[in-house]
């Protein structure tokens, strides 16, 4: 453990880190929390400054633009770094060479510029621990979760976007998860997220009736619609989910030929939940109620 101060955590204060077009952070200021939120893309981060102006003066939220990445000695004296702004899909922006070689061989392209170099830990320190960590920026997830070493609390729940390609760099998100004291795990299907429903009461804020948009990451905490599951449990979960990442995914086995539509069409029909689809783990710290 570092030798820094030791934030307190507030039970009423959520990070939206991969803040986008603002689509979480509404749900979360709407439900009564205090939003720290991250943006890398320049253009996104002052159109929700635009948006959520008022919250803004009254203190409800802080946008801190830049990208979050791993600071070394090596990059002490660097304050920025390459972010790839993806034309065509901009929730894709990344500051990961592989993620944006990725998605040009998915048909986008990127413009490469320089933005502001985030030390998490830095922000963490300033405004304290969150009761919810929602964190989806492209390649640098894990980046957060080494931050939380550095600190004695934890936040009660994190999402992050799981991994779909490589199973052992899964299990090393895991492995992580428990190191830092995170005993029960959802994966949750994104491409299913404007079907799903907040419950009634709530127990996290104000009940809403929301309309999730695409692209947002949906209900947190204790609103989550499955049962937790034990590390062992939700391994076992990702394999079948993988089974589908396999044959039918970006570069799937079946993708794009004239089978893959009849039994997406038989499998989905029957299935409680879309496939492939794309998920993100929820994770539920040991000491939290």
Known sequence: MKDIEQPNKNHNLIYDVGMHKGEDTAYYLKKGFKVIAFEADPTLAEQCRQKFANEIEK???????GAIIEFSTERENKNTVSFFKNNE????GTVDSNWADRNEHLGTSNEVIEVQAIDFSKYLQQYG??????????????????ALKNFNEKPDYISIESEKVSFNKLIKEFELFKQLGYTKFQAINQQNITRQKEQNP??????????FQGGSSGVFG??????????????????????????????????GKFVEKILLKIINKFS?????????THAKHDTSK
């Open 89 to 92: 899909n901009s929730v894709w």
């Open 202 to 211: 709530s127990k996290e804020g104000v009940f809403l009736n929301y309309k």
């Open 59 to 65: 203190g409800k939220l802080v946008i801190v633009e």
């Open 272 to 280: 409680k939940s879309t496939v492939p689809g794309w998920y993100d």
């Open 129 to 146: 621990i969150p009761y919810y960590l929602k964190i989806d920026i492209e390649g640098m997830d894990l980046v957060c979760l080494e």
């Open 222 to 255: 204790t609103d989550l619609p499955n049962k937790w599951k034990s590390y062992k449990q939700i391994l076992r979960n990702y394999k079948y989910i993988f089974m589908g990442y396999k044959y039918f995914g970006d570069n799937g086995l079946l993708c």
